[in-house]
């Protein structure tokens, strides 16, 4: 597609329950990012994908959190047992290459609230 | 880790005003990029500077990565520039973009 591409867009949803948000990259894209944006803070970094293998998930605040890109090209992060803190807007990244020196480029996001 | 911090936090110009957005950071870095996220939340991409300067249009950047910072002019400020600003920095080739704290600008009429 022309751009990084979210879904859904707004998701609200109950304590306790699970959660996936889906990113399209752009086309041809090998490098995948998924970052968090709480209210008044900049995206901090969740976990990035080179085609199929995260190759750095540091970012993931603990092990609700998974995210997985079985073909190298749509990605979906998946919240098991969701807590009021995890109401964040969820961004995807995606740029050409693994590796240095990339321009990464941002989807809409996905907006997510636990209630 | 590094620490990316910038300044001012936020920022209230008059429509045609000039200003200058500053990015430090605490470590080296490969990659630099200037965002901007307009009120809906989209994060748009501004430059892409790991060293020296670079305009487009009324926006233009300058890294000077040996000092460890980033400006970002503005001029001739336009409603339409209202939003926040935000340096990302690749840290030591790790492949992740981390985020500074962000300037809240907002041009009024």
């Known amino acids: 597609g022309a751009g990084v591409s979210q879904t859904p867009s707004n998701k609200v949803t109950e304590k306790g329950k699970y959660v996936e948000l889906r990113c399209d990259p752009i086309s041809g894209h090998t490098a995948l990012y998924w970052y968090r944006q709480s209210l008044g803070q900049g995206p901090e970094f969740l976990i990035y994908?080179?085609?199929?293998?995260?190759?750095?998930d540091s970012g993931l605040p603990n092990d609700r959190f998974f995210a997985v890109r079985p073909e190298g090209s749509v990605s979906t992060l998946k919240i098991q047992r969701t807590e009021r803190g995890d109401s964040a807007v969820y961004l995807c990244a995606s740029s050409p290459w693994g590796g240095s020196g990339n321009t990464i480029y941002f989807g809409e996001g996905s907006w997510l609230t636990v209630v | 880790g590094i620490q990316v911090e910038q300044s001012p936090p936020d920022l209230i110009l008059q429509e045609g005003a000039n200003s200058t957005l500053r990015c430090n950071f605490s470590d080296s870095v490969n990659n630099l990029q200037w965002f901007h996220q307009n009120p809906w939340g989209q994060l748009i991409n501004l430059f892409y500077i790991p060293s020296g300067t670079k305009q487009n249009g009324r926006l233009s950047a300058t890294t000077v990565a040996t000092e460890r910072y980033s400006l970002l002019y503005i001029s001739s400020s336009q409603t339409t520039d209202s939003g926040v600003y935000f340096c990302a920095v690749e840290w030591r080739g790790t492949y992740k973009y981390i985020f500074g704290t962000g300037t809240r600008l907002k041009v009024l009429a």
């Open positions: 994908f080179q085609g199929t293998g995260a190759a750095d």
